[in-house]
C-alpha cells in the first residue's frame, strides 16, 4: 500500500496552508500587470492585478486544461463555475481518481492511467514540469499549460473569479453573472465568513489534534451553521434572487456534509437533513443544472474515507447513507427568484464528463 501521508498533528489545532501559485489566465496580461496587487485575501480578489511575483497568461482557448478531481470540494467548485458558463469546449477538463497517496493525485481511471491529453501518470509531473522539487502540497484543482505540461496555477479562490471576468468572452449565451455588480460589497465578508467557519470548518473540526482543539472548531462551525440557516429561511440565495460565486462555495461543502463531515470530521450535532431551510437550500442547488450534475457521491466517500488514514486506518468506507433524499421536493420556489435570473441554464453534460451511473440520483434517475 502506498504512504497516504499526514493530516492530523497530535495536539495541534488544524491549520490550512493557503499558499498557491497565484499566477492569473487573463484577457488582457499587459493591463492586470499595471494593476496594484491584491490585498491579502482567502477568498479571492477582483479589481487588482498580480501577487508580488506572480505572473499574467493569456486567455487562449484550448491551451489550458483544468485538473480536478470530483471527490475534493475546492476542486468542484471549477467544476460548477466552469460548467455554468459553458468553458467546456474551450478549456479541457483532466479528472483524477478520488484517492491519493503523500505523492498527491493520480490519473488511475483513464486508460493506461496516464491523463490522455498531458500524458502524465500523476499530477505531480506537471507541477515538477514547471516547479522542480515543487515543496507545497499537489493540490487539485490546478490549471494546466498543455504545450509546456506545467501547472500555472492551483490558487483556486481566484480561478472562478477569472472563469466568470477574464475568460468572459467565451461564456455561453445565457451564462448566469455569477458576480453581480450590487451584491459585490456584502459577497467579500460572506464568502470569507462562509470559507473559513464552514469550508474550512468541517476541516478544522476532523484534523483537530486533541480534544480542546476539536471542541473549538465544532463550536465555530456549528454557530455558522445556525446562522446560514436563518439567513436562509427568508431568501432563496444567499445574496439575491439568483445564485452567485458565494452559493457555489457553499454548495461543494453542503454537498459532502451527511455523507462524509457528520460520520468522519466528526461534525455530528445533527445531518444537513434535519436543517429546513439549508438542507432545502441544498436540494434547490442540487436539483439546478450545473450543481448536482457535477457531484460524485461514490468518488467523495472513496476519497476521505481511504486517503485519510490517520483517522481512519481501517479504509472502510461507509454504504450509507442513501441519497435518494437529493431529489426530495425543496419548495424554495415560494421564496421567489430563480436561479439563473434573465440567463438560462447550461445544457446537457458532455459525455466524457457525466457522471457514473449509481453515483449520483440525478444520474440514475434519468
Known amino acids: 500500500m502506498s504512504e497516504q501521508g499526514s493530516y492530523v498533528t497530535t495536539g495541534e489545532a488544524y491549520e490550512r496552508d493557503t499558499q498557491y501559485i497565484e499566477d492569473r489566465i487573463v484577457a488582457d496580461p499587459a493591463a492586470v500587470r499595471n494593476l496594484p496587487a491584491p490585498p491579502p485575501s482567502k477568498v479571492g480578489s477582483l479589481g487588482f492585478g498580480l501577487a508580488p511575483g506572480a505572473e499574467a497568461w493569456p486567455v487562449e482557448p484550448g491551451r489550458y486544461r483544468l485538473v480536478a478531481a470530483p471527490a475534493c470540494p475546492w476542486a468542484n467548485r471549477t467544476l460548477i463555475v ?23 493525485w493520480t490519473f488511475d481511471l483513464d486508460p493506461d492511467g496516464r491523463d490522455p491529453v498531458l500524458g502524465t501518470e500523476r499530477l505531480q509531473e506537471n507541477y515538477f514540469a514547471r516547479f522542480p522539487d515543487y515543496p507545497r502540497g499537489i493540490t487539485v484543482p490546478a490549471i494546466v499549460d498543455v504545450p509546456s505540461g506545467g501547472v500555472v496555477t492551483n490558487d483556486y479562490p481566484q480561478i472562478t473569479l477569472d472563469f466568470s471576468t477574464q475568460w468572459r468572452e467565451f461564456h455561453r449565451p445565457g451564462a448566469p453573472n455569477l458576480l453581480p455588480e450590487e451584491h459585490l460589497e456584502d459577497m467579500w465578508p460572506l464568502m470569507t465568513r462562509i470559507f473559513t467557519e464552514v469550508n474550512n470548518g468541517v476541516y478544522r473540526c476532523g484534523f483537530a489534534g486533541d480534544q480542546a482543539s476539536y471542541d473549538a472548531a ?67 442547488l442540487f436539483q439546478t443544472p450545473g450543481f448536482g450534475d457535477t457531484v460524485d457521491f461514490v468518488q467523495i466517500k472513496q476519497h476521505y474515507y481511504e486517503t485519510h488514514t490517520d483517522i481512519n486506518p481501517t479504509r472502510i468506507v461507509p454504504d450509507g447513507p442513501e441519497l435518494g433524499n437529493w431529489l426530495d421536493p425543496h419548495d424554495r420556489e415560494r421564496l421567489g427568484g430563480s436561479p439563473f435570473g434573465d440567463g438560462t441554464p447550461p445544457g446537457p453534460v458532455p459525455a466524457g464528463e457525466r457522471v457514473l451511473a449509481g453515483h449520483n440520483p440525478l444520474v440514475d434517475r434519468e
Open 82 to 104: 466552469r460548467r455554468l458558463l459553458g468553458l467546456e469546449d474551450v478549456i479541457s477538463l483532466g479528472r483524477p481518481g478520488p484517492v491519493h497517496d503523500a505523492r498527491s
Open 218 to 284: 465544532y463550536e465555530r462551525l456549528w454557530t455558522a451553521l445556525d446562522w446560514l440557516e436563518e439567513r436562509l429561511a427568508t431568501r432563496r440565495y444567499l445574496l439575491g434572487d439568483t445564485i452567485t460565486e458565494a452559493d457555489v462555495r457553499l454548495f461543494t461543502t453542503l454537498a459532502r456534509f451527511d455523507p462524509v463531515y457528520h460520520g468522519h470530521f466528526k461534525t455530528n450535532r445533527n445531518k444537513l437533513a434535519e436543517m429546513e431551510h439549508l438542507w432545502g437550500y441544498a436540494r434547490d
